[in-house]
């Protein structure tokens, strides 16, 4: 009597290529984080299984009965994936996972076997959301039950981003990103699924007093260190003042001694000559004003915050002695810093300035790192389509866009980091209601190479 031919599923082994016409190779099945977002072309030195969407497997069977010389062409394996109960049920089809292909809303799937027992390679594309996890089983059973498994897979994003730093004003030193800052960009960034890594070395950047916003992006580019993980790579550099206005403001008053304090703080203009912030210094001798000696005037910072200061007049070397009996007129015109003040500025590229100089002239040193934490994510976010910029698709996020400030969030301060104003206050992390928000944006949103590439470059 001869016995029935049986085949057995033994084996399962995930496989992958570096690129376009390589061969096949094999990987663990060990559970582990999935970048969906990324390709073989990134870092391409090195092998990557655990880049891209697609997760490619392959099954073996043996005979355990009958001739096991005869050929196994044919033998059936059924594929099905198990998602996580946390997973996110409200995809469009696009986003779900799928075997064979993206969008294809297929959860299982039969293949046959060559004559050596191997299935072709086949593929499981994972969802677009990330923090989904999907573990893959390949079995012999026509029901799609039990099996050997691969995964679980966790769907999440990987970007990167350089530092470059610029001289300080007035020494040799630079405005350096400090490690608070960059730490919160990771953690932040982690709880949306995105893990953000540094590459280095950081550059330095000769000092300049206020970029301008036009010339951000040829700054950036200037000192951007080309190389094969852009378009997946920002760039954050600081500055002293970045895209800055200023304005006139006038002050008249009467000295009745020879020396004079300002009865104000001001925001002065720090940029050009050796008095920047002057732009008029009278007093009145008769009829005629005339110009107050450069000499004659000093000013005094706010030990807190450095870039107020008061204004002070000395004459007590003359050329004129006011005093109670004669009163001198004076007056003066002040360039300063205002009406509003830029600490980070994105315009939504990839080329990020974060101001440092400026941070340090109206803040106190504690405030310096929780405020410059969130404008490093915030300036972040923008560079990846929040709020209503590129990528994201035009008025996507109409449900939560501020209508007094473009591009920016709704919620507050305390709910999410693309509140519109810089603060101690201000988080570190997207918010999410009911399903939608910046997280979810940053969740879903397709930041593969067609898209970035336009981008971030």
Not at 28 to 40: E, H, M, P, V
Not at 404 to 422: E, G, I, L, R, V
Request: proline share 5%.
């Amino acid at each position: 009597m001869t016995n029935k031919q049986i085949s057995k599923l033994i084996e399962l082994v995930h496989v992958y290529k570096t690129g376009s016409g390589a061969d096949w190779k094999k990987s663990t099945l060990d559970a582990r984080k999935q970048y969906i977002n990324l390709d073989s072309k990134v870092d391409g030195k090195n092998d990557h299984p655990e880049f891209g969407r697609a997760i490619w497997l392959k099954a073996r069977v043996q005979w355990i009965s009958g001739d096991k010389t005869k050929s196994l062409a044919g033998q059936h394996v059924y594929w099905y994936t198990e998602g996580a109960k946390t997973n996110n049920k409200k995809l469009t089809k696009v986003q779900k996972g799928s075997f064979d292909k993206a969008g294809g809303s297929l959860e299982k799937k039969p293949s046959t076997t060559n004559k050596d027992g191997w299935t072709d390679p086949v593929p499981f594309c994972l969802s677009m959301y990330g923090g989904d996890k999907f573990t893959i089983y390949a079995t012999s059973d026509s029901g799609y039950k039990a099996g050997m498994k691969a995964g679980p897979y966790t769907v999440w994003r990987k970007l990167w981003f350089q530092v470059s730093e610029m001289a300080e004003r007035s020494s040799k030193n630079r405005y350096t990103l400090p490690p608070a800052v960059t730490k919160a960009v990771v953690s932040g960034y982690q709880k949306a699924k995105i893990e953000f890594s540094e590459k280095g070395p950081r550059g330095k950047i000769p000092h300049q007093g206020n970029t301008p916003t036009s010339d951000m992006s040829k700054l950036g580019k200037a000192h951007f260190i080309r190389d094969d993980l852009i378009p997946f790579k920002c760039h954050l550099m600081t500055c002293d003042y970045g895209g800055q206005t200023h304005e006139t403001k006038e002050v008249k008053d009467k000295l009745k001694s020879a020396t004079w304090t300002s009865p104000a703080y001001y925001l002065l203009w720090p940029h050009g000559g050796s008095i920047p912030w002057k732009l008029e210094a009278k007093y009145k001798s008769g009829k005629a004003w005339k110009d107050i000696p450069v000499t004659n005037l000093k000013t005094s910072v706010n030990a807190s915050a450095p870039g107020w200061q008061k204004v002070h007049i000395d004459f007590s070397k003359g050329p004129v002695s006011p005093s109670a009996k004669a009163p001198l007129d004076v007056k003066l015109k002040l360039k300063c810093t205002g009406p509003s003040c830029y600490l980070g500025w994105g315009g939504g590229t990839s080329h990020i300035l974060l101001c440092t100089g400026m941070l340090r002239d109206i803040t106190i040193t504690a405030d310096r790192n929780p405020t410059q934490r969130s404008d490093a994510v915030h300036e972040i976010g923008h560079a990846l389509g929040l709020v209503n910029m590129q990528p994201a698709a035009t008025g996507a996020h109409n449900a939560w866009l501020d209508s007094t400030h473009a591009n920016h969030c709704k919620q507050p301060a305390n709910k999410c980091a693309m509140y519109w104003a810089s603060s101690t206050a201000r988080l570190t992390t997207f918010h999410s209601i009911g399903g939608t928000g910046c997280n979810e944006h940053l969740r879903t949103q397709d930041f593969s190479r067609s898209v970035m590439q336009p981008l971030w470059k």
